[in-house]
């Protein structure tokens, strides 16, 4: 129901695009979400947006270097990434999420692994 | 930054046997925490959510109590399936995740 793409590998200060590609449920009415894990590691939550894309929300961790969007008419969710550094380096999934003030996350995508390298 | 402490960090179990994992924030975090179960190489399952709430299709096995800062998954009868890591995480403030408990 959720499928990511567009995660490589990068170089540090590179810059990336995120797709989530949803089905199966009415996405235009669900506030939607980010969230990375690193292999063997604690998931952390990235970013959130509401149903109509007009409120967002960041990690302190990336806030000013990554911005999500949405395009409602193509069911699709987006993260870009600028400015990566080293410790960006993790699979990113989607999630759907209940609202934006309460960010528990059902379903999960598979995710797409971003590598950020020299 | 709420930060949420799982004990213990490893679990060896059998199956049949009654399990609890402990989540304790660094605040109050009301009854905002959800439970995920994660197998190796899957994205994270939730189970229960407001502290309490089982989801849809999640087995009766599974429960949640506490409140405030003190939080426990029990399993009451461990099956074969449910060797896997599981997550404690609060949505009182932002988001924030425990560090995971390996049921082995």
């Known amino acids: 129901q959720l499928l990511e793409s567009g995660g490589d590998l990068v170089q540090p200060g590179g810059s990336l695009r995120l797709s989530c590609a949803a089905s199966?449920?009415?996405?235009?009415?669900?506030?939607m979400s980010w969230v990375r894990q690193t292999p063997g590691k604690r998931p952390e939550w990235v970013s959130a947006?509401?149903?109509?894309?007009?409120?967002?929300y960041y990690a302190d961790s990336v806030r000013g270097r990554f911005t999500i969007s949405r395009d409602n008419s193509k069911n699709t969710l987006y993260l870009q990434l600028n400015s990566l550094r080293a410790e960006d380096t993790a699979v990113y999934s989607c999630?759907?999420?209940?609202?934006?003030?309460?960010?528990?996350?059902?379903?999960w995508g598979q995710g797409t692994l971003v590598t950020v390298s020299s | 930054d709420i930060q949420l402490t799982q004990s213990p960090s490893t679990l060896s179990a059998s199956v049949g046997d009654r399990v609890t994992i402990t989540c304790r924030a660094s605040?109050?975090?009301?009854?905002?925490l959800a439970w995920y179960q994660q197998k190796p190489g899957k994205a994270p399952k939730v189970l229960i959510s407001?502290?309490?709430s089982l989801e849809s299709g999640v087995p009766s096995r599974f429960s949640g109590s506490g409140s405030g800062t003190e939080f426990t998954l029990t399993i009451s009868s461990l099956q074969a399936d449910d060797f896997a890591t599981y997550y404690c995480?609060?949505?009182?403030?932002?988001?924030?995740f425990g560090g995971g408990t390996k049921v082995e």
């Open positions: 407001d502290a309490s």
């Open positions: 999630a759907k999420v209940p609202t934006t003030d309460v960010l528990w996350f059902d379903p």
């Open positions: 995480q609060q949505y009182s403030t932002d988001s924030s």
């Open positions: 605040q109050t975090i009301y009854r905002w």
């Open positions: 947006i509401s149903s109509n894309g007009r409120s967002t």
């Open positions: 199966g449920f009415a996405f235009s009415t669900y506030a």
